[in-house]
């Protein structure tokens, strides 16, 4: 049971570039998130998905695509990276309802140079 | 607009020695706080979630509470281990519960054997 995973867990890009981030669950959850945290900045949520085939964004989702075609699998895409975007990215997933809690991934440390 | 502020950014104590950290809250409403740790390069791991003003949660030497602003999080007779960062998020009512959280900064905790 490995709970929730992520890939790649370090990565550098140039600025342009195109990645996809993969974010892996295996408890059945149908919320899933992406959030991004930068020094001195809370974790901030960037999009999330309440189920299979839906999507919807979060505080800053600009620069940003998702798509959560698997109920186990979320993505999240980055088509043109900036150095703006340069952070760390942690997938978290709940189960769905109220009065539950999220559970996060180990993190993605995305360098753009 | 959701906020949360963590105090103090960061605190130093010697092993033994009790101390709090702070969250205040301003939410349209709360769903729900929740108390992370997080160690470096690792992502955050849940700690307690409290509901309503007046409810205690504790786990081991932590201890968390909660108010209708604020919430603290009591660390009793600290050892070493406990050196972490702690993360306040809240999630708002509404949205069936699928809201993503709006952290706080965190605070970093250091205990000096």
């Known amino acids: 049971n490995a709970g929730v995973t992520q890939t790649p867990k370090f990565r550098v890009l140039k600025t342009g570039q195109s990645m996809t981030l993969l974010c892996a669950q295996d408890?059945?959850?149908?919320?899933m998130y992406w959030y991004r945290q930068d020094p001195g900045m809370g974790l901030r949520l960037i999009h999330y998905?309440?189920?299979?085939?839906?999507?919807a964004k979060g505080e800053v989702p600009d620069g940003y695509n998702v798509s959560r075609l698997k109920k186990q699998n979320f993505l999240l895409g980055l088509e043109s990276a900036a150095p703006s975007q340069t952070s760390v990215y942690f997938c978290?997933?709940?189960?769905?309802?109220?009065?539950?809690?999220?559970?996060f991934g180990p993190g993605t440390r995305l360098t753009v140079l | 607009e959701d906020q949360v502020t963590q105090s103090p950014e960061a605190l130093r104590l010697q092993e033994g020695e009790s101390s709090s950290l702070n969250c205040s809250y301003t939410?349209?409403?709360?769903?729900?706080l929740f108390w992370y740790r997080q160690d470096p390069g690792k992502g955050p791991e849940f700690l307690f979630t409290?509901?309503?003003a007046g409810e205690e949660k504790e786990k081991e030497r932590l201890k968390a509470t909660l108010t209708k602003k604020e919430s603290f999080l009591h660390i009793t007779a600290p050892k070493p281990e406990d050196s972490a960062t702690y993360l306040c998020?809240?999630?708002?009512?509404?949205?069936?519960?699928?809201?993503?959280?709006?952290f706080g900064k965190g605070t970093h905790l250091i205990i000096q054997p």
């Open positions: 978290a997933t709940q189960t769905a309802g109220a009065l539950h809690t999220q559970y």
């Open positions: 408890m059945n959850h149908e919320y």
């Open positions: 998905s309440v189920g299979e085939g839906t999507t």
């Open positions: 939410v349209s409403g709360l769903r729900g």
């Open positions: 409290l509901y309503s």
């Open positions: 998020a809240v999630q708002p009512r509404g949205g069936g519960g699928a809201d993503g959280l709006t």
